[in-house]
């Protein structure tokens, strides 16, 4: 099966799992076995974490790192991926759940699967790399704010108070703290998180993330501390797979909301997996199997009541230090978190929730990068800038605005960067085969332009301001072979100009029009409008003798003697196009 709209598109035997996948999980399994189990363990915090900032409670971040790590594992497009509820997502998640309520989360996370799988179809993958990196970097700092103030009602061991914006909720949870403190949550969530980053530091392939919400969970138990609220009550199991979430009512007002969670999960996932390949030798990802495999786990994943998944890059980085070599240590850790769904319920809804905020504060924490935003900060001023309001709009905004908001901005100061490149610049006429006399008399009657760089709406316009102020000559020569490109803004410009030069009684002549650009002009009539007058020219010495001629009918110069009137060479052609 294949599908085309308007060009080739992938076929679906492409994105299904094939022998090299089955080969590659047997070259290595023990260590695929340890790097998953060692995954597992980092993954389960935050599966419970990510599942309970979401809104719909620990046992749906279970399942999402369940499901959805296994199908992105088994028909995802890296070996190295592993799958689940992550922060960006659950920012996305928010305020959907305030405005639509579970079931409009599970909705929307079916039609994004549909989505994806849809883009995968449709070779949309290789698209996701022209995201510049500024805009990723800003996105992610926004990201790990937004992540870490999210935690403060579970740090400070309040109710969570009303509100979609995280700034007011942030604010709300700190005003009720102030009436009635609990210091016991904040000891906790701020113990964990010193155990996770001072660990990661001392001893980075040891899971202190674990062992800190097993020492806080064991302390609030002997203790008997009332104040360290747990999880509560986890269901031995997956949920049966169900559709009974569906309102197919609702599908209109929750499509823009899919679309966001979509785009999402392709990001952060090809995002994640051109990490992984970073991180080794001889792995490379295929950008459209990674989002026909997102596609599938996100639409089995609202069926066991999962939130939304993407690519996690922190578990996937853990499992290429681990070892990993192949998707069987994917595949592990969702069986490993599995066991554990089914086996040691009980114990997991015990953990108290400060301590998983402490887990997520730290991730936060480590999701800034200082050296990688300091350097983009240094390289430019326009770098800089997008990193800023990608970063305050993801704060302030959301997620999808943010990256819409970058890349715009991103957008509008390459084209202002690429336009300044675009020169007009006055160029003294070749000597050619003419005699010093010839040559001065040629010089002041023809002026000659050489036209550098890109020739397009952002900066057309600059150039017509220059080249309409050409001084009074009667013939003006414009190179063009140093044209990179040229639209259809250009093409009219240029147009525009030549019309106005003519008025004045200005001939416009042109030479090394670019083949490939010819259509563009005369699309607009510009290339009509200079072969009228017999302007257009292969080359310039070409374009200076057909000026001279030009000038001997206008009887401002004699004809040339029989003798110099002798073609030019190929030679003397070549250079001065």
């Known amino acids: 099966m ?9 076929r679906l035997t492409a994105l299904l799992p094939g022998r090299t996948d089955l080969a590659e999980m047997r070259r290595a399994p023990r260590r695929d076995l340890l790097a998953g189990l060692t995954v597992a363990i980092v993954a389960l915090p935050l599966a419970l974490g990510f599942g ?7 046992e749906a971040g279970l399942a999402t790192a369940v499901i959805a790590g296994a199908l992105a594992a088994v028909f995802g497009g890296s070996n190295l991926q592993v799958s689940g509820p992550t922060g960006a997502m659950t920012v996305v998640l928010v305020p ?86 609990n210091w016991t949550a904040v000891a906790i969530a701020l113990a964990v998180a010193a155990m996770m980053l001072i660990g990661a530091r001392l001893r980075p392939t040891v899971p202190f993330s674990i062992l800190a919400v097993i020492a806080a969970t064991v ?11 747990p999880i509560g009550d986890l269901p031995s199991g997956l949920p ?6 569906l309102d197919l009512g609702a599908l209109g007002s929750l ?16 995002l994640s997996a051109s990490v992984a390949d970073g991180m080794t030798v001889g792995q490379k990802h295929d950008p459209d199997r990674e989002l026909f495999g997102q596609g599938l786990a996100n639409i089995a994943a609202p069926l066991f009541g999962g939130v939304p998944a993407t690519g996690a890059i922190a578990r996937t980085a853990v499992n290429v230090r681990t070892g990993a070599s192949s998707r069987l240590a994917s595949l592990v850790h969702a069986a490993i978190l599995t066991v554990i769904v089914f086996a040691a319920a009980p114990l997991v809804s015990r953990i108290p929730l400060a301590a998983l905020a402490g887990v997520l504060l730290a991730t936060a924490i480590r999701m800034v990068e200082v050296g990688s935003l300091r350097a983009m900060a240094k390289s430019t001023r326009s770098d800089a800038l997008v990193l800023a309001l990608t970063a305050v709009a993801t704060l302030a905004l959301d997620l999808v605005y943010a990256v819409i908001i970058g890349l715009v901005v991103a957008g509008a100061l390459a084209l202002r960067a690429v336009a300044k490149q675009a020169r007009l610049e006055e160029v ?8 010093v006399e010839e040559h001065a008399l040629l010089a002041e ?12 709406f952002a900066a057309a316009h600059r150039f017509l301001l220059e080249l309409a102020e050409v001084a009074d000559v009667r013939v003006v020569i414009l190179r063009m072979s140093r044209v990179t490109t040229i639209d259809a803004t250009g093409a009219l410009v240029l147009k525009d100009v030549v019309e106005k030069l003519n008025r004045r009684g200005i001939v416009v002549m042109t030479s090394g029009i670019h083949p490939g650009q010819r259509q563009v002009l005369y699309s607009v009539g510009a290339l009509e409008l200079l072969s009228r007058e017999g302007g257009e020219y292969a080359t310039t010495p070409e374009a200076i003798r057909g000026a001279r001629t030009h000038l001997e009918g206008a009887g401002v110069m004699p004809p040339l003697p029989a003798q110099a009137s002798r073609p030019v060479s190929q030679e003397t052609e070549e250079p001065v196009r």
């Not at 883009?119 to 800003?138: D, H, I, N, S, T």
Request: aromatic share 6%.
């Open 2 to 10: 294949s599908v085309s709209f308007g060009r080739p598109a992938v």
């Open 52 to 58: 309970v900032s979401s809104g719909l409670g620990a």
């Open 96 to 181: 959907i759940v305030t405005e639509h309520g579970p079931s409009g989360v599970l909705t929307v996370g079916l039609m994004a699967g549909v989505m994806l799988v849809a883009l995968a179809l449709f070779r949309a993958g290789k698209y996701m790399q022209y995201v510049p990196a500024p805009v990723v970097e800003g996105f992610t700092l926004g990201i790990a704010c937004v992540i870490g103030l999210q935690q403060i009602p579970n740090a400070l061991g309040v109710p969570k108070p009303e509100g979609d914006r995280v700034l007011v909720v942030t604010w709300r949870a700190l005003a009720e703290f102030a009436q009635n403190p």
């Open 219 to 229: 302390v609030a138990q002997v203790a008997g501390l009332d104040a360290a609220k």
């Open 240 to 245: 049966v797979p169900s559709l009974a979430f």
């Open 255 to 270: 499509l823009a909301p899919a679309v966001a969670v979509a785009a999402l999960a392709a990001l952060e996932s090809l």
């Open 428 to 435: 003294p006429l070749d000597r050619g085969d003419h005699s």
């Open 445 to 456: 009657h023809i002026v000659a332009y050489r036209v550098d760089g890109p020739l397009f």
